[in-house]
């Protein structure tokens, strides 16, 4: 079945050090979504890519689609410990109504 | 306005017990979502429904996981006869859409099976 990976299990930064999570899929996407999940919380919706090459950035947070669709990434700069938890992108494949399997995660920590 | 809630937010059951729990969507919601979160993992997909009809159930990891939906509203995750390996964390999650994009989740339920 379709597996959607991610890599760094852990990362431990500096406050002010940027960080980077990556995402791939054993199978191409429809889109891809982020969720961020803090500590003894519930993930929260990021943002969605749908085409392939596609960047956008949300304040200090940039994510990519990659252009086979098949990978993605998060990148933080200059993190702050309010970016602490953790980083799930969630693969989307064309159904009827756009199934998602979630990575995962990535677990962020940052030293103040 | 009110989130997505689900109660219990924690529940002991012992083995065998039956359980069921809640989850209340956000109202107007169509597409609501079940999801098994064991510590340290990703949400993984129990089953999906779109208002009251269940269209994807693959994720239900036995028979003895039901869920229901009948008004298209409120939805109820049961477990029978639970085991050990059913202990985790249920997340519910509703969408506007008839699609998953930008899912709205729940605190979730955190069941422990002793």
């Known amino acids: 079945g379709q597996q959607v990976m991610q890599i760094p299990q852990y990362q431990h930064v500096q406050e002010g050090e940027d960080f980077t999570t990556y995402c791939n899929s054993s199978?191409?996407?429809?889109?891809i979504q982020w969720y961020k999940q803090r500590p003894g919380g519930h993930p929260v919706f990021l943002i969605q890519l749908v085409k392939s090459g596609e960047v956008k950035k949300q304040k200090r947070l940039t994510f990519q689609f990659g252009e086979a669709k098949k990978n993605s990434s998060l990148h933080i700069t200059a993190t702050q410990t309010t970016d602490v938890g953790t980083y799930f992108c969630a693969g989307s494949l064309k159904t009827s109504y756009d199934k998602v399997i979630f990575g995962p995660g990535t677990s962020l920590s940052v030293i103040p | 306005g009110a989130g997505v809630s689900q109660s219990p937010r924690y529940k002991v059951a012992k083995r065998g017990q039956d359980v069921a729990l809640r989850c209340d969507p956000i109202s107007g919601h169509v597409s609501l979502f079940w999801y098994q979160q064991a510590l340290g993992q990703g949400p993984e997909f129990l089953t999906y429904f779109q208002n009251e009809a269940q269209l994807d159930k693959s994720g239900l990891p036995s028979d003895r996981f039901f869920a229901e939906r009948p008004e298209g509203s409120v939805s109820t995750l049961k477990i029978q006869r639970t085991q050990q390996e059913d202990s985790a964390v249920y997340l519910c999650a509703s969408s506007v859409r008839f699609s998953s994009y930008e899912q709205y989740f729940g605190p979730g339920t955190r069941l422990t099976v002793t």
């Open positions: 199978t191409t996407l429809s889109n």
